[in-house]
């Protein structure tokens, strides 16, 4: 039963067509801190600052912020929180993405040392621009597969997560570039004597052509992330 489960789960963490598609490819690194204030059997919140890159153009990045609560209810959890991002260039009109959000998140053992958290999101999308462009607002609802294991037989602190999320919104809207896609992530995760972890891996997009950016392609992330 848990191989029929695992197996297809594993696929959908993989789209060959992705990596081979005919558009431009552009290289990130993202940066991410993470502070969780509270994590027991109730509740969950954390605090979260990141800072995104482009390798290609070195004036382009964006910095963000997000807060979020999370009621624990078995192994289902409700959860709403704040996202702000920045995003400025000297090519581009900068902006500020406020995003509220409400989401649904389960965990879910697979196996003695193999877990499958899932989770639904809707966001408030808000768009504003530093200039006479004009100003956005839209719905996106986000579904997220993250799967965690041992990277190694018999230790527990060291994991692989293979992550895919989808992306929906409610209307296309100029600033949008990456509407209605799917993201594919792999992630080698340390965990320490103190439960803090660091991990890093890379992601894969796919965005399009906007009034903000004149190519369409992939963007290939590198990422390291902090938690504590």
């Keep these: 039963m848990k191989t029929k489960i695992l197996f297809p789960l594993l696929i959908s963490f993989f789209n060959p067509g992705i990596f081979f598609s005919q558009e431009k490819d552009e290289l990130f690194h993202e940066i991410e801190v993470a502070y969780t204030f509270v994590n027991n059997d109730k509740w969950r919140g954390a605090i979260i600052t990141n800072w995104k890159h482009i390798y290609d153009e070195i004036g382009w990045g964006r910095w963000g912020g997000d807060v979020y609560i999370s009621r624990k209810i078995k192994s289902i959890a409700i959860e709403s929180g704040i996202t702000v ?10 902006y500020v ?5 409400l989401g649904l998140r389960s965990d879910l053992q ?3 040392h193999t877990f499958l958290m899932q989770k639904f999101k809707i966001e408030s999308r808000n768009l504003y621009f530093d200039e006479s462009y ?7 609802s986000r579904y997220l597969l993250s799967l965690k294991y041992n990277l190694f037989k018999d230790q527990e602190n060291w994991k692989l997560n293979p992550t895919t999320e989808w992306y929906f919104i409610d ?9 209605n896609s799917v993201e594919f992530g792999i992630r080698i995760i340390k965990v320490f004597e103190n439960e803090n972890e660091l991990a890093f891996g890379y ?5 399009k052509k906007t ?9 290939h992330i590198l990422v390291l992330e902090y938690g504590f």
């Design 85 to 94: 991002n920045y995003t400025f260039d000297k090519d581009i009109v900068n």
């Design 97 to 101: 993405d406020f995003r509220p959000w």
């Design 110 to 112: 697979l196996s003695e």
């Design 134 to 140: 004009r100003n956005e607002h839209l719905l996106r």
């Design 171 to 179: 209307r296309q809207v100029d600033a949008e570039r990456f509407v």
């Design 203 to 207: 992601k894969i997009e796919s965005f």
């Design 211 to 219: 009034n903000l950016s004149e190519n369409s392609g992939r963007g």
